[in-house]
């Protein structure tokens, strides 16, 4: 049976770094997907450490060839590729363990010919969360086009690692990259691609590590006028796709803004800057663990254990949302409504202190998930807090639903039907041995 999605990675004397990257792809949630490593004629170790890993793990295959440069490896390994999506990465860098699982969630969700995602620059021990579409809805190809329009030279929009792909559309166009230009190629790949995709999804959560700056195209070999001429085909191309894309009249009025990506672009590629304000230590992104807590015994590791499952599937569900983790943990609680009276009962059930709890109810109040009442209960100086949930969180409680649903479903991997029952009846026992104590 053919896997769900092809993962390929182009390798070319990356030994520093392409255990990284491997390891970051084995370890995906998401286990349907067959892994393709193109050896491009590596002179280091990278050969032998992707040949490692495919005498250990049956979904990897190496390919070795000749050095003959990335666009022709990815060629190659699209040409061999079995998978319904096709997935990009580069050597260098490395993706979360949610990245190919909230990838293909999407494009079967939405039935999505092309997903886009958010993803970190990484520049030393620093990192940043970079993004570009805020629109948390599905797109038509003009609409996905007026946003690239808006900023077209940006890595977001011209490279290929921080999408999804459809291999039949791939198939049937003949689309490939092309190995005459060493210049915005993974750029043209998308934009002949973008041409025959019809529906679009902009997922709004950071999944890949974008480690290293590209060299300019001086450093890497090309000469000034093959580099002017690459340029201007690339402009040309640009140009001709926007003119396909907009009727005549739209072209007409959004001329000035398409050329916009000769300045954009004038610069030696579409790199981007080395980091983005607002950027916080490299391992500070994502939730953190105590690994010695997660593997010992005792009630307070079990608690901790939970908590901290928990915390990891709501934090994808958070982060799409543009939500704390504290945030949504919050809002998860009060989708499962138990008449709460006050504000220090509800601070006490979802473990935050009472200054915190009125600081995201401002938040989500302001976001228009919920509206708060307060009443002054008659002859005493108490209030009876109210808090009715709004339309507008309901796509925000399905995401945190579906994570609940992850959570319930990793608790549980592996129990047969006899042992559900037993857990669920033993569980009901201790619930009341607790309350006989408690209540």
Known sequence: M???VSIIVPVYNAEDYITRCIESIISQEYTDFELLLVNDGSRDASGAICDAFASRDSR????HKENTGVSDSRNIAISQARGTYIQFLDSDDWITPDATKLLVRSAKEYHCDLVIADFYRVAGERVSHKGDIEDDTVMTKEEFAAHMMENPADYYYGVLWNKLYRRDILEEHHLRMDTSISWCEDFMFNLEYIRYAEVFYALQVPIYYYL?????LVSQGASISKTIKMKRMVFEYYNNFYKHILDEDDYEKNRLQVYRFLIDAASDGIVPPTILPGSQKLGNERISFNLE???RDGILMDAYRDRKLLDYYLESAALKNSLTLKDATLLLCLSH????KSRKELADFANISPRA????????SARGYIKVEEQRIPKTSKRRLNITLLPAADPVIADLSIAQSEFEQARFDGFSEEELIQYAHLSEKIKKNIQKILV
């Open 293 to 295: 807590a997660i593997a």
């Open 212 to 216: 290293k700056r590209k060299g300019s």
């Open 2 to 4: 053919n896997p769900t």
């Open 60 to 63: 990897i295959q190496v390919i």
């Open 337 to 340: 409504p138990h008449g709460y």
């Open 357 to 364: 709890l009125s600081l995201i109810l401002q938040k989500l």
